[in-house]
């Protein structure tokens, strides 16, 4: 055999045994994540609030609990996650929301949010529908756009 086809079958049981791996850490994950996921939805509670602002802050800077900040790893505490300021009653108090309906929780307006403990996994309008925010244009649509309104066509969705 030559050298090429000795490297070439290296190559390919390297890449098929790190394949293998992936699948296999990926199903832990996920079984991993549906665990949390029912914990969440165990413990979900559901509180009228007013949303006073949200921002993407590190753990350190948020105004969460000392007790909270100390629980997450230490990769983590770097990362930016999505934080809501909101009001619940008369109390004031930090909470972390979903990445998945960052985009959609309105700032200062009141709203019904599924909590689980200080996680917000779900937010509806009290007054009316919670605004889906507008998709922002790519940059080839953006140039489409503006070639066709100096043209003067009308605009192609």
Same mark, same amino acid.
């Given at each position: 055999?030559?050298?090429?086809?000795?490297?070439?079958?290296?190559?390919?049981?390297?890449?098929?045994?790190?394949?293998?791996?992936?699948?296999?850490?990926? %199903?832990? #994950?996920? $079984?991993?994540?549906?665990?949390?996921?029912?914990? !969440?939805?165990?413990?979900?509670?559901?509180?009228t609030? !007013?949303?006073?602002?949200?921002k993407?802050?590190? !753990?350190?800077?948020?105004?969460?609990?000392?007790? @909270? =900040?100390?629980?997450?790893?230490?990769?983590?505490?770097r990362?930016?996650?999505?934080? !809501?300021?909101?009001? @619940?009653?008369?109390?004031?108090?930090?909470?972390?929301?979903?990445?998945? =309906?960052?985009?959609?929780?309105?700032? %200062?307006?009141?709203?019904?949010?599924?909590?689980?403990?200080?996680?917000?996994?779900?937010?509806?309008?009290?007054?009316?529908?919670?605004?889906?925010?507008?998709?922002? $244009?790519?940059?080839? %649509?953006?140039? =489409?756009?503006?070639?066709?309104?100096? #043209?003067?066509?009308?605009?192609?969705?």
């Amino acid at each position: 055999m030559s050298t090429g086809a000795i490297v070439a079958i290296v190559i390919a049981v390297i890449l098929v045994a790190a394949i293998v791996a992936l699948i296999i850490i990926g %199903k832990k #994950a996920q $079984k991993r994540q549906e665990e949390q996921q029912v914990q !969440l939805d165990a413990m979900k509670q559901t509180l009228t609030m !007013l949303i006073i602002d949200k921002k993407r802050m590190k !753990l350190n800077e948020s105004g969460l609990p000392q007790s @909270v =900040i100390e629980q997450t790893p230490k990769l983590l505490r770097r990362s930016k996650l999505p934080i !809501l300021k909101v009001r @619940v009653g008369n109390r004031v108090m930090s909470l972390i929301c979903d990445e998945k =309906i960052y985009d959609q929780v309105p700032v %200062k307006k009141e709203v019904k949010a599924s909590v689980s403990g200080i996680y917000v996994t779900e937010v509806k309008g009290l007054h009316g529908k919670v605004q889906a925010p507008e998709q922002k $244009k790519g940059f080839f %649509k953006n140039l =489409i756009a503006k070639a066709q309104e100096k #043209a003067g066509a009308k605009m192609v969705k």
